[in-house]
């Protein structure tokens, strides 16, 4: 574990890095350990202009989309943020509102987490990142690590070349992004309703087509922060949830999760298609999102079929998937409890292997970046935390 800090004595040393764990060593059958069902402690909004805000107004309902929609309408209309560093600072704002850091756990009103008991706090597409780096072989993976307290910070840490390149896609690459939020607009509305006909999100002087749920703009987005366990290590994970079912009740039994994915035409796209559950499973299972609905599209992005999918099934589908093409397919099943126990013992080795700047001030000194080099401006963590940068790499020849 070392750090890829951006001064020259942490330069002319030279990064280490970390390659991808190797399925090659990994114990078989791996040790089992158990993920609690996440419970929500909080949600929040992101206005149309961005804006924190601790409500439900960016919160939408699921609605059927309608057949054959076409996902390339309002194209021209999209308001999208710019790329950036996902930090991890509103996060944390929702993290102070739901827990206690002196650890009294009491306020006279309502009982507030021990912050003191929380080992982990990220953003779910971290936690994802970890979880599925097992099966990883293609993207490097960089993120700041920071202690504080005794709870672990994990946030993704995008290179300046993977921000330059997400914000210069080339056009195709724009529009098939753009299919995934379109998607996204036909299969919801503002408000929940009981009639199975969607009323349309705006009045306007455009003729939108049936189904359309306002144009996109991806300032907007809810979010439910929820608690849950993996092992002994309790773990405050955020994240965006698409629509919910219904209402949204506090819980997460309404979540629904919305994907795209390319109609599938043969064994290899079927193949394709199983690899990339992995992720949209563990995306789901972290915030406790019980139903992912997937659009499959023409490459032109015309919705051909929806298919809803139970995320607990995933697993087992992929495995009988597979097994029914014969045992040559065996390689491309997934297992999750291998991701699991991994995740945990990676965790356990950021825990012992980090040290709080207070407890060794010569590695805050050498090994770390300091706040303000990594940019973290959450009060808590910029007086406090020293920051580590984790660097996984595929392996060389994957
Ligand atoms: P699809 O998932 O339908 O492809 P999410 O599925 O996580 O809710 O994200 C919504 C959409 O954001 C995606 O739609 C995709 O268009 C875009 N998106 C999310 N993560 C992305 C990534 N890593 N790279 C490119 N586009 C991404
Ligand atoms: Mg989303
Ligand atoms: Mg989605």
Redesign the pocket.
């Known amino acids: 574990l070392d750090s890829t800090a951006t001064n020259s004595k942490a330069i002319s040393r030279g990064p280490k890095l970390l390659s991808y764990p190797s399925l090659a060593t990994q114990s078989s059958p791996p040790q089992s350990v158990p993920f609690q069902q996440p419970t929500p402690l909080i949600s929040f909004s992101y206005t149309p202009e961005h804006i924190l805000q601790f409500d439900e107004s960016s919160l939408k309902y699921y609605h059927p989309p309608p057949p054959n929609a076409q996902l390339g309408y309002g194209y021209e209309r999209w308001i999208r943020r710019p790329e950036e560093r996902s930090r991890i600072d509103s996060l944390l704002e929702a993290v102070d509102r739901v827990t206690d850091p002196e650890g009294t756990g009491k306020d006279g009103r309502q009982r507030k987490l021990d912050l003191g008991d929380v080992g982990v706090v990220a953003w779910r597409g971290v936690v994802t990142r970890i979880l599925t780096a097992p099966y990883e072989d293609r993207d490097r993976f960089d993120m700041n690590v920071m202690l504080v307290n005794g709870t672990l910070y994990l946030e993704e840490h995008r290179t300046e070349a993977q921000l330059k390149e997400?914000n210069n896609l080339k056009p195709q690459?724009r529009k098939?992004?753009?299919?995934?939020?379109a998607?996204?607009s036909y299969c919801t509305t503002d408000t929940p309703s009981a009639s199975s006909l969607k009323q349309p999100a705006i009045s306007q002087s455009r003729r939108d087509p049936p189904g359309w749920g306002g144009d996109v703009n991806?300032n907007e987005q809810w979010c439910s922060v929820v608690r849950t366990k993996l092992g002994n290590t309790k773990i405050i994970i955020g994240g965006?949830v698409?629509c919910v079912q219904g209402q949204y009740k506090g819980t997460t039994d309404t979540f629904v999760?919305?994907?795209?994915?390319m109609s599938i035409r043969g064994v290899a796209d079927e193949i394709k298609f199983e690899k990339k559950l992995l992720k949209?499973y563990f995306?789901s299972f972290l915030l406790g999102v019980p139903k992912i609905v997937v659009?499959f599209r023409t490459p032109s992005g015309e919705l051909m079929t929806t298919q809803s999918l139970q995320t607990i099934q995933l697993p087992r589908m992929v495995r009988e998937k597979a097994a029914s093409r014969g045992p040559s397919d065996a390689n491309n099943i997934w297992n999750p409890s291998l991701c699991l126990a991994w995740c945990y013992n990676f965790l356990t080795y950021l825990r012992k292997s980090i040290r709080e700047p207070e407890d060794d001030p010569t590695k805050k000194e050498d090994k770390s970046l300091s706040a303000e080099e990594a940019n973290i401006e959450h009060p808590t963590l910029a007086t406090s935390a020293a920051v580590w940068r984790v660097t996984f790499v595929p392996h060389e020849g994957a």
């Not at 098939?176 to 939020?181: A, D, E, S, V």
């Not at 999760?257 to 994915?261: D, I, R, V």
């Open positions: 997400k690459q098939m992004m753009y299919h995934g939020y998607f996204e991806t965006e698409d999760e919305l994907k795209t994915s949209f995306q659009g």
